[in-house]
């Protein structure tokens, strides 16, 4: 059971994705989230302490999901690697929207937060991994070139999310780039 602090974060994420960062008030969490008024201001006295925990909620997430896929086996190829991000990318499209389109809410807010921005660049707990697996399938450059495939990964995502009804494999747009930096 999630305990009311994460009940307030939760739905602050719900809020950010659904209705955009003018909405994210203590109230408007409060309705959100079904809870008493006042309850997310018990948690984060100003919007700005609220903005900051969201941003260390969405690191959190990101950081379980990352141990789930650090659990599973390494790709073998560059097939199997485009296929993990491709899997990566069709959860945040599907059940992980939400964060997704919060995340990226926050990161326009983060342009012009210099607090924010540090927050939301600390941690980026894929690289690693991203990295493990590119050297895993060849690359002279893991580092630099899992910096390159998330950045790219990061772009195909906001793609996908504005234009839903879009079609295609994305294992099939991942692979050409993969194959380009392992040339």
Request: proline share 4%.
């Amino acid at each position: 059971m999630s305990t009311r602090r994460e009940q307030v974060l939760d739905a602050a994420v719900e809020l950010l994705a659904v209705r955009g960062l003018r909405a994210l008030t203590h109230r408007g969490v409060d309705e959100t989230a079904g809870l008493p008024a006042g309850s997310a201001s018990n948690h984060f006295r100003t919007r700005k302490a609220l903005l900051h925990g969201v941003s260390a909620h969405l690191v959190a997430r990101d950081e379980r999901a990352v141990l789930a896929l650090a659990g599973r086996r390494s790709p073998a190829d560059v097939r199997e690697l485009a296929e993990a991000v491709a899997s990566l990318l069709r959860h945040r499209l599907g059940a992980g929207r939400p964060v997704a389109l919060a995340r990226r809410v926050l990161t326009a807010e983060a342009a012009t937060d210099p607090e924010l921005c540090a927050d939301l660049r600390r941690c980026h707990p894929l690289r690693p991994v991203t990295a493990g697996w590119l050297r895993g399938v060849g690359s002279a450059e893991p580092d630099r070139h899992a910096e390159l495939l998330l950045a790219f990964a990061d772009g195909l995502l906001e793609q996908r999310l504005l234009e839903a009804d879009r079609d295609g494999d994305l294992a099939d747009d991942v692979e050409p780039l993969l194959r380009g930096l392992l040339s």
